[in-house]
């Protein structure tokens, strides 16, 4: 949708018009791209603070209300009512699923839980404490080995089953890292089980004895999935985005993301958080950390804190923060020195003017570690349990962006700041 044109007047006198974009909700966008064939300068914009880079109808964000949309449906409601399978369907549909739907779905997500049976010996050559998102972002890049007859982007049957393979074998993958990294025997999907009952058999069931899943914990990671589906134009979405415009395989893409999602600025906060706290250690420490992370000498940074979007606070930290309570209780875990810790450094926090005026809050990281760590699962675990639930979003974006008629490469350009042209000089006149 356009609106009426927005005016520019360069140094030199020159005035174009560029036309003013409207979304359904949202800022609107000014289209800059005829901006360097008539003016001959390009926007400036490190790190996209105020870029939209596509059209997309899958998730709305408003940082300033702490609103998050799924197609519409506020994340609060479909926490509080839905499960992760049915909001996948909707990521990747675009509407919630019939009763009938959504078996189907459910049966046929079913149905690519196993892995090819070659794929398993790629974890006979990691080393045995090999970071597990290392190990996630090499096997999804190499379903493009196993899976190449089912590749052709421009084939909607085929990128309905990269979608359903996806979300299908990541926990199936993630669980094999963890095993690797345990030393205990893979183990097999189960599927007459729920998607999170599934993921828990395999991360924790051995073959030498009965594995009883807990309910609440099938719940919370449900929950936690739901809340990890999608972001909008994110540092791995929009890499996926990225990688998959240049027309390459959707599981390249995906390896892609999963690797942005690594780093600690990223989804790796989760597990950065942890190692926060356990540096902290206790609550007389917190104004010790709280003063460094105000320092700006210092490089420490409170993980788990602040938002490129978010400025109030994420809907996402709040409703987790809740399910803590949950867990922790349904556990019987009256000793919680680290969920205590957090809550007391949330709340330290948020009082100091620093991070007050900076619109500092608890995002979606710093509360999911501590349900990740009651539920048994280990810290270099929890980036791998963001990328399960966040496969959905990334797998709803690279099938919008594929399949977008107008779609073009994606390939910025730069303000160079190198040295302007010079001659080679020969080895024996430097
Ligand atoms: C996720 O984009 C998404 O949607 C991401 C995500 C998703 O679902 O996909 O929501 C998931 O990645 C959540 C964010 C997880 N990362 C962390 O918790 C790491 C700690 N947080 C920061 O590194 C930071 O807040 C970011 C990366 C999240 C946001 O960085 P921005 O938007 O580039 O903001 P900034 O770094 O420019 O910070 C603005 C100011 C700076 O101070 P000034 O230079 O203006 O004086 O706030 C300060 C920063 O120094 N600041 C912090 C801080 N975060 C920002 N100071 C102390 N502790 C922090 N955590």
Redesign the pocket.
Known sequence: MSKDAFRLTSPSGTEIELQVHSGSVGPDGIDVSKLYKELGVFTYDP?F?ATGSCESDITF?DGEKGILLYRGYPVEQLAANSSFIEVSYLLLYAELPTPVELEQFRNTIRRHTMLNEGMLNFFKGFRYDAHPMAMLAAVVGSMSAYYHDTMDVNDPAHRDIFAHRILAKLPTIAAAAYKLNCGQPFIYPRNELSYCENLLQMLFAVPAEPYDIDPIAAEALDLLFIL?A????????STVRMAGSSGTNPYSAIAAGISA?WG???????E??LNMLKEIGDASQISKYVDK??D?NDP???????????KNF?P?ATIIREMCHKVLKSLDRTDTPMFDLALKLEEVALKDD??VE???YP????YSGIIYRALGIPTSMFTVM?AIG?SVGWTAHWREMISDPNGRISRPRQLYTGPSQRDYIAIDKR
């Open positions: 790190g603070m964000i990890h999608d972001h909008e134009q994110n540092c791995s979405t999602l600690p600025a990223h989804g790796g906060a989760n950065a958080v992370a105000k700006k420490f940074r409170l993980m788990g804190f602040g938002h490129r979007v978010y994420d996402r620093y991070f900076k619109n500092l995002n979606v990281d710093f963001f966040r």
